[in-house]
């Protein structure tokens, strides 16, 4: 399997020649999920949902097929008719030709004021990959190989980033949600998680690939 991270919370996956995307939001590249069999949204909030760039998907594949939670689903089900499922935390399916379960059900808090929305994340292939959108889950009784670490956020600390990194101990991890993280704090941000996070971490630029398992 071969990952490449696409501009802020978006990855590709490809397998066996057929390729799933993760969370095509506004600040990806306009062409995120062209190519795409598989499309999986964790959330609403536009960096990780943006319709112009699922349709670009879609319409480049009239094969390709999304899948979801209910409140993205329910804004974009009549844009693809028949091609958009809703998910939710314990479901599991195949989505061209990778294994995926559901873990998590809501947004982390980003202020006390703030209602917190849905958000799922997708464990790929019994663990090969997770992503866990824009929440600290842990996916219980399962081991990940490389954790997709959501690095900054209004909703986190590099402190609570850690301690993520320490619940799941994955094999390694590589930085998503990144694209508001200054390239100057970045060696700052690099040297605690390197040095606490008790694991391989990394991050790739844009269009960068790296090979899973």
Same mark, same amino acid.
């Given at each position: 399997m071969e990952l490449t991270k696409k501009t802020h919370a978006c990855v590709r996956l490809e397998k066996d020649g057929r390729t799933l995307v993760i969370d095509p939001g506004v600040f990806s590249e306009p062409d995120a999920a062209v190519g795409a069999d598989a499309i999986l949204v964790t959330h609403e909030h536009m960096d990780h949902f943006d319709e112009g760039r699922l349709r670009a998907g879609m319409e480049a594949n009239p094969g390709a097929q999304i899948w979801t939670l209910a409140a993205v689903a329910d804004q974009i089900s009549a844009a693809f008719p028949g091609r958009v499922h809703t998910v939710g935390e314990g479901d599991a399916f195949t989505a061209a030709g990778f294994d995926i379960e559901v873990h998590g059900q809501l947004h982390a808090v980003i202020h006390p004021d703030i &209602?917190?929305?849905?958000?799922?994340?997708y464990l790929i292939d019994g663990g090969a990959v997770f992503h866990p959108g824009d929440a600290l889950t842990v996916p219980e009784d399962r081991t990940v190989d490389t954790l997709l670490? &959501?690095?900054?956020?209004?909703?986190n600390k590099v402190a609570e980033v850690i301690d993520y990194l320490r619940a799941v101990t994955p094999r390694r991890a590589v930085d998503i949600h990144d694209s508001l993280l200054q390239d100057h704090a970045r060696p700052i941000y690099d040297g605690m998680i390197d040095k606490l996070g008790g694991t391989d971490h990394g991050r790739l630029a844009p269009g960068a690939a790296t090979t899973l398992g």
């Open positions: &209602p917190r929305i849905t958000n799922v994340g670490l &959501p690095v900054h956020a209004p909703w």
